[in-house]
């Protein structure tokens, strides 16, 4: 069955760097478009990365764009989530899906069919 398990999460200071990981079972993502979203508290899933199915295109977040780099490892089965200079803003739980089809990226949640449970950031000094 399909599966997304992430994990790389943590507390991180301000201007500091963390790397999520999204292990995938259950499918090839290589045959499929690959997302990152987030969800602070008290707010909805915000959609902030994503990588096309070749993992030749990456997209993001324009709030995150220069600082995180979306990448895959099709050996490992795995998606990353490079993520610098972080700011207080970015604490949020971190998700990973699965598109429904291969192509590109879209910031539309509904077209991920398979999602993690998430993996827990806080940008606190």
């Known amino acids: 069955q399909v599966q997304l398990v992430e994990s790389g999460g943590g507390l991180a200071q301000p201007g500091g760097s963390l790397r999520l990981s999204c292990a995938a079972s259950?499918?090839?993502?290589?045959?499929?478009?690959m997302t990152w979203a987030r969800q602070a508290p008290g707010k909805g899933i915000e959609w902030v990365s994503g990588?096309?199915?070749?993992?030749?295109?990456?997209y993001y977040l324009d709030s995150v764009k220069g600082r995180f780099t979306i990448s895959r490892d099709n050996a490992k089965n795995t998606v990353y989530l490079q993520m610098n200079s972080l700011k207080p803003e970015d604490t949020a739980l971190y998700y990973c899906?699965?598109?429904?089809?291969?192509?590109?990226?879209?910031?539309?949640?509904?077209?991920?069919?398979?999602w993690g449970e998430g993996t827990q950031v806080t940008v606190s000094s």
């Open positions: 990588i096309d199915s070749d993992g030749s295109a990456t």
């Open positions: 899906a699965k598109a429904r089809g291969g192509g590109l990226p879209t910031p539309r949640l509904y077209e991920y069919d398979y």
């Open positions: 259950g499918f090839t993502v290589s045959n499929y478009a």
